[in-house]
């Protein structure tokens, strides 16, 4: 397997806008996934590799941060400001959750995986670190 040395090429933040818009963070001319959360093993244009890095569970806690973040004031606003029933928050806060959950979920995956491959992670760090490598 070859990892990319160009890394130092691309700024931080320029890939982790590309990885954003689910971008290649090297070139920003190919997708970086192939289906919805399944990164692209070599980029398509440039020929980097992605299928080495595992982001692991960072995308989805990324989510629920930014998700909650979204969805908790708006529904502490509309219980406040209206006496809705339990039915009635459940019918609009969890599918606008989840939509907003598919939403980001890729791009945040986008982020972690543009990130990680900027700074040269791989996320098996910790298997080499108890194998004594
Ligand atoms: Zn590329």
Same mark, same amino acid.
């Given at each position: 397997?070859?990892?990319?040395?160009?890394?130092?090429?691309?700024?931080?933040w320029? *890939?982790?806008? %590309? !990885?954003?818009?689910? %971008?290649?963070p090297?070139c920003?001319?190919?997708? /970086?996934? %192939?289906?919805?959360?399944k990164?692209?093993e070599?980029c398509?244009? @440039?020929? =980097?590799?992605?299928?080495h890095? @595992?982001?692991?569970?960072?995308?989805?806690?990324?989510?629920?941060?930014?998700?909650?973040?979204?969805?908790?004031?708006?529904?502490?606003?509309t219980?406040?400001?209206?006496?809705l029933s !339990?039915w009635?928050?459940?019918?609009?806060w969890?599918?606008? *959750?989840?939509?907003l959950?598919f939403?980001?979920?890729?791009? /945040?995956? !986008?982020v972690?995986?543009? $990130?990680? $491959?900027?700074?040269?992670?791989?996320?098996? =760090?910790?298997?080499?670190v108890?194998?004594g =490598?």
């Amino acid at each position: 397997m070859t990892i990319s040395t160009n890394t130092n090429k691309v700024s931080k933040w320029d *890939a982790v806008w %590309r !990885g954003y818009r689910q %971008r290649c963070p090297h070139c920003d001319s190919a997708p /970086l996934f %192939r289906v919805y959360l399944k990164p692209v093993e070599r980029c398509t244009h @440039c020929g =980097e590799n992605f299928g080495h890095i @595992c982001a692991d569970d960072l995308p989805p806690y990324l989510t629920i941060v930014v998700v909650g973040h979204i969805i908790v004031p708006f529904f502490m606003l509309t219980d406040r400001l209206y006496n809705l029933s !339990g039915w009635v928050h459940g019918a609009i806060w969890l599918p606008l *959750a989840l939509v907003l959950m598919f939403y980001f979920l890729p791009r /945040l995956k !986008g982020v972690v995986l543009a $990130w990680m $491959w900027r700074i040269g992670l791989t996320g098996n =760090e910790t298997q080499s670190v108890k194998a004594g =490598e």
